[in-house]
């Protein structure tokens, strides 16, 4: 009783529920490319009503041998400001584009990745693995696999055999 693993189980954030910064929506707004030096904001939007809901000031710099882009925003919670770089990595495809992307900002990560999440609650924005967020998908596709294990040990099989013989 109270072993590991019983009781609740923490659920996982999905990422459908963050805010996403993409290094490829940036790229295509001509945000991300070479010998680049901009500021301004960077919005999300509500894709049911069109409303603007939250917005982040950005700087990007591609012109220094370490590329940066700084994001302003102010926290929610505390209503305090937050600033800070995250640097940027550039890679060329075969067809001659380049691809950019965001090194993690988060201690010990520096992952290199396309995408930065900031979940609800979150400071600061970094990479999925960080924040160790799911997809909504993935929480469905598992979401009879108790059904299944019950299943299994009331006929003596695996839950591997039982979910195949019901498919």
Request: hydrophobic residues 35%; positive net charge.
């Amino acid at each position: 009783m109270g072993g590991f693993g019983s009781g609740r189980r923490r659920v996982k954030t999905p990422v459908e529920d963050c805010r996403v910064l993409d290094a490829g929506a940036l790229q295509r707004a001509k945000w991300l490319r070479k010998d680049f030096h901009a500021r301004g904001p960077w919005a999300w939007y509500d894709s049911a009503t069109g409303e603007k809901t939250s917005r982040v000031e950005c700087e990007v710099n591609t012109k220094e041998a370490a590329p940066w882009l700084r994001l302003q925003y102010r926290f929610n919670r505390t209503e305090e400001d937050v600033d800070y770089l995250v640097r940027l990595a550039m890679a060329p495809l075969p067809w001659g584009r380049d691809r950019w992307s965001f090194l993690c900002p988060a201690v010990g990560c520096g992952r290199a990745c396309r995408k930065l999440y900031l979940p609800p609650g979150g400071r600061y924005f970094a990479c999925r693995l960080c924040y160790r967020l799911t997809y909504r998908s993935a929480q469905k596709a598992h979401k009879l696999d108790g059904i299944f294990r019950e299943l299994a040990a009331a006929v003596g099989m695996s839950p591997e055999q039982v979910k195949r013989l019901l498919a």
